[in-house]
C-alpha cells in the first residue's frame, strides 16, 4: 500500500480537507513529510492551469491517485440524483471533465458527493436510476481515456443513498461497467458498517480505493479507529493501492498532515 | 442500573424512536419486556391527556427516567440559540411545561435538539450566551418544582455546538445551576470522543442519564459498540441511573425493542 493525503488544488467551503491554501506549498510538504502521493480535491478542472499542476507534481516526484469532486455538488449544486435533467447533464460534464483531468495522472475519479441526495417528494426508485444512468455515461467516457472511477458510501448525514460498502456493490453491479470501483472511507464505515471489517473482506472485489480519517475526522490516531487492524484487513484482502488521509485540517493543516504520516508509517503499511 | 426505552406520546418525524405509534400498546410491550422505565418523547405536553398518561404508566409498573424534548426544535422550530427572541422565549415556554409534566414521574427534562443550531451569520459567542441564559430560567423555574435538566451532546451533523461530553460540562459549569446535568449517548460519542471510555470517566460526576445506541443507531448489539466495557466503565464511576436505548425502529418496532432488552439482559447492568 501506499500513502496519500488529500490537497485541495483551490480554496473551497468542504471541511474535511487537510490543505486548501497555496497548492505549490502544501505539494511539496505532502513530498518532504514522505507520502507517495497527493489525492487532488478539484472543482472544476477548466479553472486550473492543467500544465501548471502537472509540473508541480512531477517536480515532488508525487503520485496522484485519486480526483475527490465533490465541491460541484456542494458549492454549485450538480449532482447525479436531481430532478432537473439539465443539472443532471451539467454534473456528467463536470466528471468527464475530471476524467480527462485524471488522465494525466493515471487517478481515479471519486463519485462521492456528487452523486447528491435524494430529495422530498422525490421518488427513490427514479432518483436511483438517475444516477445509475449518469454513472453508465461517464464510466462509458472514462474508458476512452483508460480512467477509472470510484464510488464512494458516505454516512447517511452527507446523503441519504449509498450508505455502506454493500449499499456500494449493489449500484455497482447495477452500472454494469467494469471501470467503476469502490472507496472505503473509514470515518463513514465507522457510523454505518455493523463491523468496519467484516465489510473490507465482503468488498473485497471492488475496493479500489481507501480514505483513512478516524472516527471524529481527524488524522489516524486522534479517535478510536483501531487502524492497526484496518491495515491487518486490507492486506488480507490483498490490497495494494493508496490510503489517502481525508481529514479535517485541525488542530492546523501542517499537524495533521505530519500526524497522519507518523500515524502511517509506525503502521507499516507497505 | 436500570433499562429504559424511548417511547413518543405522539406521531412524530423524528426517527431515533423505537415506538410511535399507539402509547398505550408500546408501552404495554416495554412492561412485557421487563423494561424498569419508559424515557417520553413529547412534543407539547398542553396536547396530552396527562392523567391518561400518568395512568398507562402506573398500570404498567413503569417509572419515566426522562423526557424527551427535541421535536419542539425539529417540527416546530424552538430554540435556546435562535436569534430571535421570541423564539427562544417559547422555547424556554415549551421546556417549562415539559418541566411541569416531568414532575408527575420524577422524570430528568433532556436539553437536546432544542438547543437549536448556531446559524450562519450568527455570533457564536452571543449565541452561546442565549443558550445559557435560556438553560438559567428553565434550570430555575424547575428547582420549583424539584426537576432535573440534563444535557445532551449530539454529533457535528445534529448541531454545531456542545457536541463532546466536554463541550456539556464546560456549558454546565458556565450556566452554574446545581439541578443541571449531562446525558452521555453511545451513537453520539462513536462519531466524537476521542475515547467513549475516558470521557465517560472524565465526566463521573456530571452524567446524570445515559442513551444507549448502537454505532449504526440500530438496537445496542447491531453494530460495533463495545457496550460490555460500556457498562463495565459504568459501573466504576458508580452510575446508578438508566441507560435508554434511543434508537432507530429497525428492522421494526417490535424487533428492536426485543433486542435492546435481550443485549441489556446479557450484558448484566444492574
Not at 465541491?71 to 447533464?89: C, H, M, N, T
Not at 465489510?199 to 480505493?209: E, G
Request: net charge negative; with cysteine.
Amino acid at each position: 500500500m501506499k500513502k496519500s493525503i488529500v490537497v485541495s488544488t483551490q480554496h473551497t467551503k468542504f471541511s474535511a480537507l487537510a490543505f486548501k491554501e497555496d497548492f505549490e506549498k502544501s505539494i511539496k510538504k505532502v513530498a518532504d513529510l514522505g507520502f507517495d502521493g497527493a489525492e487532488l480535491a478539484v472543482r472544476n478542472p477548466k479553472d486550473l492551469k492543467v500544465e501548471n499542476v502537472i509540473k508541480i507534481i512531477k517536480e515532488n516526484d508525487l503520485e496522484v491517485p485519486a480526483i475527490g469532486t465533490g465541491q460541484a455538488y456542494g458549492e454549485e449544486g450538480l449532482s447525479f440524483s436531481d430532478p432537473d435533467e439539465v443539472i443532471r447533464k451539467m454534473a456528467v460534464e463536470r466528471i468527464n471533465d475530471q476524467i480527462v483531468f485524471a488522465s494525466n495522472f493515471n487517478a481515479q475519479v471519486i463519485i462521492g458527493l456528487i452523486r447528491g441526495k435524494i430529495e422530498e417528494g422525490v421518488n427513490r426508485a427514479e432518483a436511483e436510476e438517475w444516477t445509475i444512468d449518469c454513472l453508465r455515461k461517464c464510466t462509458g467516457f472514462a474508458k476512452e481515456y483508460d480512467v477509472r472511477l470510484t464510488l464512494e458510501p458516505v454516512n447517511r448525514y452527507e446523503s441519504n443513498f449509498i450508505n455502506t460498502l454493500n449499499d456500494g456493490i449493489e449500484f455497482i453491479k447495477r452500472v454494469g461497467a467494469s471501470n467503476l470501483g469502490l472507496l472505503a472511507d473509514t470515518f463513514h464505515m465507522n457510523i454505518e458498517e455493523i463491523s468496519i471489517y467484516d465489510s473490507i473482506i465482503q468488498a473485497k472485489d471492488y475496493i479500489t480505493h481507501v480514505h483513512f480519517a478516524d472516527s471524529n475526522r481527524w488524522a489516524p490516531g486522534c479517535g478510536h479507529i483501531d487502524f492497526k487492524k484496518v491495515i491487518e484487513t486490507l492486506k488480507k484482502i490483498n490490497y495494494q493501492g493508496y490510503v489517502s488521509a481525508e481529514i479535517l485540517p485541525l488542530p492546523d493543516p501542517d499537524s495533521c498532515a505530519r500526524l497522519t504520516a507518523k500515524t502511517l508509517d509506525k503502521l507499516n503499511i507497505s
